[in-house]
């Protein structure tokens, strides 16, 4: 499995077409709500040098990985699916998809995906064709992210410091909001934690309930993902209380609440990659030992050598589909996606060694397995649950591939 890659808009908006063929090629993206709802904000956005704002969105939208990706359930059901159903959210790189169709094939039992509404979106998008509804939403979204009034938090926390030392820098107010998280009492800690995150009072309730029938175990134990949401959330109010993240942001630009929304997605990737100043400062703090920040600019200069390096096979290598002679990374130069395999992919040098390629038949087989499952299975019983993934017999997932993007053939 490749590198799972999370991203934000300002990295994306860098790459041109062919390096964006690569980003796809060599990693796994995770595709936050937050990315699909700020380009479609574009839309209301100013925008220079003679382009229009759909040209700026098709733009996103041609760049956006469409191979080896997928579209993340939205924070707030994976946070409400552990507090009030107790689901394990479980807090590592891996795919989560929404949605799906449970079904049987002869003997054996599988999850059928579509494309998601997202992702039809960025088809059309691609094409420069948008809904009445989606413009809408632009123009909600861009006034609810912009102008936004701290000024009541900002007091509130900063009052408080009377009662608690200030922190002197990011890291500090990191390890003072994980301190008041386990400091407080744990129902007073749970409620404040549910408040931040905007969590109504009759779902408090609810949540309190299951939190007592459970014997009031530690809320890290009890509900790990909230944890983490709300050391995220109490550490941005930390912040801007003691005055190292800025409340008041540029006319037109989109609140610092936004960027420090992405950091809700940070533990489902092994590499964060971003342009944006604050997340250069923030991620940082968050990451686990197997987790990965780099600056965007880092990741597309290392992206256009490889493109370069890829560019200079002879013509009958190079107008291939893309994964047939590069499906790892260059192995025997220096780049950085070859060093962050080599962290989040250790056995890929090893792999590439002993691959062995497909044959015609095998390939043909197994367009004939896809197909198979793609016609064929029947629906479940809406009442019958569907077993855990490890015991699943297929996943079969139907999308739409752009064939060529800057120079590279895909498929």
């Not at 003997?107 to 979106?121: D, I, L, R, S």
């Not at 995220?232 to 190292?244: C, P």
Request: net charge neutral; charged share 25%.
């Amino acid at each position: 499995m490749h590198p799972m890659l999370i991203f934000d808009k300002s990295f994306l908006e860098s790459l041109n077409p062919s390096e964006a063929a690569l980003l796809d090629n060599f990693f796994s993206s995770c595709i936050t709500p937050l990315f699909f709802i700020e380009t479609l904000a574009d839309l209301e956005k100013e925008v220079h040098r003679g382009r229009t704002a759909e040209d700026v969105v098709g733009s996103i939208a041609l760049k956006t990985p469409d191979m080896e990706s997928h579209v993340s359930p939205h924070h707030a059901s994976l946070l409400f699916s552990e507090l009030l159903d107790g689901h394990e959210i479980e807090m590592n790189a891996k795919i989560r998809m929404s949605g799906g169709t449970h079904v049987q094939l002869n003997n054996g039992q599988g999850m059928v995906y579509t494309m998601t509404p997202e992702e039809e979106a960025f088809l059309r998008w691609q094409r420069r064709e948008f809904l009445d509804l989606e413009r809408q939403i632009a123009k909600r979204w861009r006034r609810s992210v912009t102008g936004i009034d701290h000024s009541a938090t900002y007091a509130l926390f900063n009052n408080l410091y009377g009662s608690f030392r200030k922190p002197r820098d990011l890291k500090d107010a990191k390890l003072l909001a994980d301190t008041l998280i386990d400091l407080f009492k744990e129902e007073i800690s749970m409620r404040l934690g549910m408040s931040l995150l905007q969590i109504s009072p009759a779902d408090q309730e609810r949540v309190l309930r299951r939190w007592s029938d459970k014997g009031k175990p530690p809320i890290r134990e009890f509900a790990p993902y909230f944890s983490y949401m709300y050391s995220v959330e109490l550490f941005f109010y930390l912040s801007i209380g003691a005055d190292l993240i800025s409340r008041v942001r540029p006319a037109k630009k989109a609140d610092n609440k936004v960027d420090i929304a992405y950091l809700y997605y940070l533990p489902f990737c092994s590499v964060f990659v971003s342009n944006d100043n604050l997340h250069e400062r923030v991620v940082p703090l968050f990451l686990g030992d197997n987790q990965t920040f780099v600056r965007g600019q880092s990741l597309k200069t290392d992206l256009a050598k490889v493109d370069a390096y890829y560019d200079s096979l002879p013509d009958d290598v190079k107008n291939k589909p893309l994964y047939t002679f590069a499906p790892y990374p260059p192995s025997h130069e220096s780049f950085l996606v070859a060093d962050l395999w080599d962290k989040h992919t250790p056995d890929w040098r090893k792999e590439q060694a002993d691959k062995k390629k497909l044959t015609p038949e095998l390939q043909q087989a197994l367009v004939d397995l896809a197909n198979k499952l793609s016609k064929e299975s029947q629906p479940v019983g809406s009442g019958v649950r569907p077993p855990d993934v490890k015991d699943l017999m297929f996943i079969h997932t139907s999308r739409q591939i752009i064939p060529k993007k800057g120079k590279w053939k895909r498929v």
